[in-house]
């Protein structure tokens, strides 16, 4: 990342011009990135049966939100075994 494109993401995020860029911002500085990895993998594993049932998603919709839930279940499912082995050995 250049010096400028990190100047104008600090500029998206303290303006408010991408709200929920500044919201996750605003959120990881608060809670971490690991916590928002595995909440996020939370929300994954629930919206994945929720899309099965859904009757209003294209195939390609509903392809890409499982898609998505599943390599956002995958990168929780690492974080929890890292932080697990963290605290096994402390």
């Given at each position: 990342m ?14 408010g ?10 959120l ?63």
């Amino acid at each position: 990342m250049t010096t400028e494109e990190r100047a104008n993401f600090w500029k998206i995020v303290e303006t408010g011009s991408n709200p929920l860029l500044s919201a996750m911002s605003s959120l990881v500085e608060k809670w971490g990135m690991p916590a928002i990895v595995m909440a996020l993998g939370d929300i994954s594993n629930v919206l994945s049966e929720d899309v099965i049932e859904a009757d209003n998603l294209t195939p390609n919709q509903r392809g890409l939100i499982k898609n998505c839930c599943a390599q956002v279940s995958n990168l929780s499912d690492l974080m929890h075994a890292e932080m697990n082995h963290l605290k096994a050995n402390q």
